[in-house]
């Protein structure tokens, strides 16, 4: 079985060391960057299975290393800083980050969030069940890990298609914040609940360009978001 990809981004060598020593023992291969401006090259020609990426970094933070990433890649990307304000936090998150992790941390719970991650991105095949959802003109497979929306794809990031995959299941029924950080994430901790409107944000921008003037997922306020169908 080929091990999967991890690449670390970080400028922090005993930091970087210590992640790789664990992901390796986790039977993953892992490659190691210490600068932003030598990332953007690395994804384009080795495409990683996960990127654990710092903010701090010389030459180009991670914000822009983030940005560049998402005009050609879904790639997953988990953000690690040392930053813990509420603005860092949904910058990160709105710029396609699937996950964020503040240090000081536990490599113990960083392994956790990436096998998490990976797990969503690349699930393992269950026979007799069903692994395409259609609602209207959207339809998600969850074999290719496609969406499409009369036949044109959406780019989703790996936290979009599970928000969306959750929602097409359960048309109509309302999710709170937090259960739907626990669908996305696929395990339970205390976490910022508001980032999960971050990524219905970007998830309603990018529904909007194949489905304009039509209010897929609504906001019910004080409880959280749900999948209208029929939709207006």
Not at 16 to 38: H, M, W
Not at 115 to 132: G, S
Not at 163 to 191: G, T
Request: net charge negative; charged share 25%.
């Amino acid at each position: 079985m080929i091990k999967q990809h991890i690449l670390i981004v970080e400028d922090e060598i005993k930091i970087a060391q210590l992640l790789r020593d664990y992901l390796e023992k986790s039977d993953y291969t892992v490659s190691c960057l210490e600068q932003g401006n030598e990332v953007i090259s690395y994804v384009r020609q080795t495409p990683p299975a996960l990127i654990l990426l710092d903010i701090m970094l010389p030459e180009m933070d991670g914000i822009a290393v983030c940005r560049e990433i998402r005009q050609f890649s879904t790639v997953p990307i988990i953000m690690i800083t040392a930053k813990v304000e509420e603005i860092d936090r949904l910058l990160g998150l709105e710029l396609g980050a699937d996950d964020y992790i503040c240090k000081p941390f536990s490599p113990r719970e960083v392994v956790a969030r990436a096998k998490a991650v990976l797990r969503r991105t690349h699930p393992e095949p269950v026979e007799a069940e069903e692994k395409k959802w259609v609602v209207g003109p959207i339809v998600l497979d969850e074999k290719t890990y496609q969406v499409n929306i009369e036949e044109q794809m959406l780019k989703l990031t790996p936290s979009e298609f599970a928000l969306l995959r959750i929602l097409l299941r359960h048309p109509n029924q309302v999710f709170s914040r937090q259960a739907l950080l626990n669908h996305v994430r696929d395990y339970s901790f205390e976490c910022y609940e508001r980032t999960i409107d971050s990524h219905i944000k970007n998830l309603r921008k990018k529904i909007a360009t194949e489905l304009p003037n039509q209010e897929i997922i609504s906001t019910v306020y004080g409880i959280g978001y749900k999948l209208n169908f029929p939709w207006v």
